[in-house]
């Protein structure tokens, strides 16, 4: 497809590169993406999945923390820790769900507040960056924190609230990963 557009000049050969790294991530993206729904739809959750990539995406983009360094690594992780929250849901006791999901929220957001963001090995970031991203990380968590405390107090389908807090407690734990690799060598 990009050698096709490289012909018609459609694009240059300099930015061949580009392109091939673009159509990986879209491709890896993807798939990650309907891995999720797949999951959702077999176990029954899928509310929750939607409820988790809106909640996720945006909060991974600005604080960052541990990534891994290839797109099977980072799939197989996603999928194995997607699945781990998956069961949790499916084994609790529907009267934890709100209380588990508020602390738990909170002490994910007070994390993601003051640790993002964190660069990893494999995506770094420059300070003008660093600061840029930690302002919307932490826009997005008290956003998200808002959402969820209101749909908690109005009783909102216990799903959604629990992959909610499900995501701002996946993130926290990607951020916790590359402090803790660092402190643990020192």
Aim: net charge neutral.
């Amino acid at each position: 497809m990009i050698q096709i557009a490289i012909r018609n000049n459609i694009i240059t050969e300099q930015e061949q590169e580009l392109y091939e790294y673009s159509y990986e991530t879209m491709f890896a993206r993807i798939i990650g993406v309907f891995t999720l729904v797949a999951i959702g739809f077999l176990f029954n959750c899928a509310f929750g999945v939607i409820a988790f990539c809106f909640t996720f995406t945006p909060i991974r983009i600005y604080a960052g923390g541990f990534h891994a360094r290839g797109y099977a690594g980072c799939y197989l992780a996603s999928v194995v820790a997607f699945l781990l929250i998956v069961c949790v849901y499916n084994v609790l006791d529907v009267a934890w769900v709100a209380p588990l999901v508020v602390v738990g929220s909170m002490a994910s957001a007070i994390i993601i507040f003051f640790m993002s963001p964190v660069a990893d090995p494999n995506k770094p970031l420059d300070e003008k960056e660093s600061i840029q991203y930690r302002e919307k990380a932490r826009v997005i968590i008290a956003v998200e924190v808002l959402a969820i405390v209101i749909m908690v107090n109005i009783t909102i389908f216990n799903q959604i609230i629990f992959f909610m807090g499900a995501a701002m407690t996946m993130e926290a734990i990607l951020l916790i990963i590359p402090y803790s690799r660092k402190h643990s060598r020192a």
